[in-house]
């Protein structure tokens, strides 16, 4: 098993939801963060205050997949969260040694 | 003021629906005005400094201020109080052609509107009991004594100053005096100007700009055309303060903004306050132009210059444009708008030389007497929350509540 961390753009949460449901892959944690990468700041001002955010918004998105899924769902991510400009993020892939369903008990491949 | 009048319903109706308005304009207009512009943290204090100032000026309105400001004048310098807490001032009572309690009722909204505006100026670092006193002072010391000398039958009345509703009394005032007190109470730690919530702000600008037809279209006291007029031409100005500040933004740094153009379209209705029952719509024009550089140029160049905190442009935006309209009413004021009077365009030079008198009085007058406040203030009870309190915010501290809990 293996997670699956995806950083993206919020404004392409919808479309990798999307992309996601379409290869099987329902289950997903999502969260609102931010962050920085090779992206630099968004410059903002106010009555002549300027301002760089540094720290910029992003979606962040958890899967649980079985091994053999990976490939399958990182290509869906890449598709569905690509620009091809700077900022469009990355996604992490590490092992899980480990799944449980609370509700049943099942473990491994059973339970993700 | 005390002849007997018919009473019209017609103009007692207007004004009562223009005191209304102009309450708009403090509770939620400056509440949400300024509450969105300043950081999460303190967004609730910035509103209750609003809300304070208003009630406490109501109260002290009906007890003494109203009598005071317009009693019949002692030599020019005040009124006389009489009828303190309203008592013999009776529901049949007549001015002009509305009942004197509403006429006392729509000038509450005045004062209170005007205290409210100068807490923009001093949001995230003042004790809320030194806001309480300054308040109660201000509006005493300053608000009342303008107030009887420009609209009261005071002596700046008797020079023929014009001020139809608020560029002296209101505006330069809160401008000024809030400039005082920023001076006082020093800058913050943070200053930089990056608003929590701009909606909230442009939600707030745009109830200032409703309630403002109120202020302005009712400071006529009639249901007519002069109060048409009013309305009308301060439409034109603030929209021209709009689309200016907009323009300018465009060619300093390529992009309009929104905060800049609801600051334009407040400097354009500051502007044409003073002017409003007296100028006609070319003049409304160059009257909002003029606020939006005016006040674009204080915001931006003597405020950094300078180095003064005035967190929110209040001195900026009200006290800058304020002048400006004051002296453009001296300016553009048209005996074929408003027989009562004229100006330099249409041969009377000697009425700009009057505002010009009216502007320097009330400058001087207000930052004097708002410095003294707030140097006695800090000296005795202290005017200014503690460093860690000013870091952490005001709302956890002074009022344990924080305006964000989603």
């Avoid at chain 2, 409210?116 to 949001?123: D, E, K, M, Q, T």
């Amino acid at each position: 098993m293996k997670r699956i961390i995806a950083v993206i753009r919020g404004e392409k949460l919808e479309e990798v939801k999307k992309a996601l449901i379409a290869v099987g892959c329902d289950g997903m944690n999502i969260s609102e963060i931010k962050g920085r990468g090779r992206q630099l700041g968004i410059r903002e001002s106010y009555r002549g205050s300027k301002y760089c955010i540094d720290l910029i918004p992003k979606s962040r998105v958890e899967l649980i997949v079985k091994d053999e899924d990976v490939d399958e769902v990182s290509q869906a991510v890449i598709e569905a969260a690509r620009t091809g400009d700077v900022g469009d993020g990355k996604i992490f892939i590490s092992p899980i040694d480990n799944v449980i369903r609370i509700r049943t008990g099942e473990k491994g491949d059973d339970a993700v | 003021m005390a002849a007997i009048a018919a009473l019209s319903s017609g103009d007692t109706s207007w004004v009562i629906v223009a005191t209304i308005l102009v309450l708009l304009m403090s509770i939620p207009g400056a509440a949400f005005f300024y509450g969105g512009l300043t950081k999460k943290k303190n967004v609730l204090n910035t509103m209750f400094l609003t809300l304070i100032a208003f009630s406490i000026i109501a109260v002290i309105w009906v007890c003494y201020g109203y009598q005071v400001a317009f009693g019949s004048s002692i030599s020019g310098i005040i009124g006389s109080p009489t009828n303190l807490f309203m008592t013999g001032i009776s529901p049949d009572g007549m001015n002009g052609s509305i009942p004197t309690i509403l006429y006392v009722t729509f000038q509450l909204t005045f004062a209170a509107l005007t205290g409210a505006l100068i807490s923009g100026a001093i949001v995230g670092r003042m004790k809320t009991s030194a806001w309480i006193i300054y308040i109660i002072a201000w509006v005493t010391l300053i608000y009342i004594p303008i107030c009887h000398w420009v609209w009261g039958g005071g002596w700046l009345m008797n020079l023929g100053a014009l001020d139809f509703a608020g560029g002296t009394v209101v505006h330069i005032n809160c401008g000024v005096s809030a400039l005082a007190l920023a001076l006082v109470l020093g800058t913050r730690k943070e200053k930089t100007l990056l608003p929590h919530n701009l909606g909230y702000s442009v939600l707030g600008a745009a109830f200032l700009f409703f309630g403002w037809l109120g202020f302005n279209g009712g400071s006529a006291l009639t249901a007519g055309g002069l109060a048409s007029s009013a309305i009308l031409v301060s439409i034109v100005a603030a929209c021209v303060g709009l689309i200016v500040w907009c323009i300018i933004d465009t060619i300093k740094v390529g992009k309009p903004t929104v905060l800049g153009a609801i600051t334009g379209l407040i400097a354009g209705l500051v502007a044409i306050t003073p002017a409003a029952g007296f100028v006609d719509v070319p003049a409304s024009i160059v009257i909002g132009l003029g606020a939006s550089c005016v006040s674009y140029f204080a915001v931006y160049y003597l405020k950094e210059k300078l180095g003064y905190d005035d967190a929110l442009d209040v001195f900026g935006v009200h006290g800058c444009s304020g002048i400006w309209g004051a002296l453009a009413t001296g300016i553009f004021a048209s005996p074929f708008i408003n027989s009562a009077a004229s100006g330099l365009l249409y041969g009377n030079p000697g009425q700009l030389g009057i505002q010009v008198i009216a502007v320097c009085v009330s400058v001087v007058y207000a930052f004097v007497v708002s410095y003294i406040i707030a140097k006695v203030l800090d000296m005795t009870m202290g005017i200014r929350v503690e460093e860690k309190v000013e870091v952490e915010g005001l709302d956890t501290n002074l009022h344990e509540e924080s305006g964000y809990n989603l």
